[in-house]
Nanobody, 122 residues
Framework: QVQLVESGGGLVQPGGSLRLSCAAS????????MGWYRQAPGKERELVAA???????NYADSVKGRFTISRDNAKNTVYLQMNSLKPEDTAFYYC????????????????WGQGTQVTVSS
């Protein structure tokens, strides 16, 4: 089995910064794309940013220029650096990964973390 565990959420003032981390653990063969999603109260879950195993990235228009996604393949960890935070960034943030896991034959499937709350408020 594979687990994704997020950390780094919290309360921050507008204009502030936070860094989210998500570590994958378990019987991992390989991780393809990893990403961050968020869901605000009363809204649907949306993609914030994603990164391939090769480092290609894409971002939601609302966070371009403010958020940066990165990953450490050796640690099976993805990060989300969030700068210039706005109240509208307030949401529950979820980590997502496409993971191939043992035993043989390796099967790839999508995993989700439990989520971490980010609140931007003065």
């Amino acid at each position: 089995q594979v687990q994704l565990v997020e950390s780094g959420g919290g309360l921050v003032q507008p204009g502030g910064s936070l860094r989210l981390s998500c570590a994958a653990s378990g019987s991992i063969f390989r991780i393809n794309a990893m990403g961050w999603y968020r869901q605000a109260p009363g809204k649907e879950r949306e993609l914030v940013a994603a990164i391939t195993s090769g480092g290609s990235t894409n971002y939601a228009d609302s966070v371009k220029g403010r958020f940066t996604i990165s990953r450490d393949n050796a640690k099976n960890t993805v990060y989300l650096q969030m700068n210039s935070l706005k109240p509208e960034d307030t949401a529950f943030y979820y980590c997502n990964a496409d993971v191939g896991s043992y035993p043989i034959p390796v099967v790839f499937r999508e995993y989700w973390g439990q989520g971490t709350q980010v609140t931007v408020s003065s």
